[in-house]
């Protein structure tokens, strides 16, 4: 990909209590940018479901990394964390039943980063997860 033009970094604790904070550092840099608000919502929801996976999921995990940057046409979003190895690109990919009524209660946030992103990558390196989805400008 081509060089950052703008970008956003933020590590905190895989905790739950630490979303907001995070979505408001990241409404900051959509703002910022003057993405359109489909843009910043898709990667607001993106950020929001990984960030929620590390503190749900990882763990184990003492910190995770968040980075946003603008590279031309796309954003590139990277979650990094410390905890156990788990590449989500390979799990199944859910959708929502038509009966809602009868639909089984999680397990749709990386259903939805996928479909959200042009692309999802997956790399384990020195003991971290790095997680990398790419959203479109459109």
């Given amino acids: ?9 933020i590590s905190v604790a895989p905790e739950a209590e630490e979303v907001p904070r995070v979505l408001d550092a990241i409404e ?10 489909r843009v910043a ?21 003492t910190q995770v ?6 590279m031309g046409d796309a954003l590139e979003v990277t979650v990094e964390d410390d905890g156990p ?12 039943d038509e009966d809602l009524d ?9 259903s939805l980063v996928r479909q959200m992103s042009s692309s999802l990558t997956y790399e384990r390196s020195d003991g971290t997860n790095r997680l990398t989805a790419v959203l479109t400008l459109q």
């Avoid at 990394?65 to 603008?70: N, T």
């Fill in 65 to 70: 990394g968040i980075k946003v940057a603008l």
């Fill in 85 to 96: 190895a788990f590449n989500p690109t390979l799990g199944e990919i859910r959708t929502v």
């Fill in 102 to 110: 009868n639909a089984v209660i999680g397990g749709l946030g990386l």
């Fill in 28 to 37: 900051g840099f959509a703002s910022g940018i003057s993405l359109t608000a």
């Fill in 41 to 61: 919502n898709r990667l607001s929801v993106v950020v929001e479901e990984l960030l929620a996976n590390v503190a749900m999921h990882a763990q184990g995990a």
């Fill in 1 to 9: 990909m081509n060089k950052a033009v703008s970008q956003v970094s």
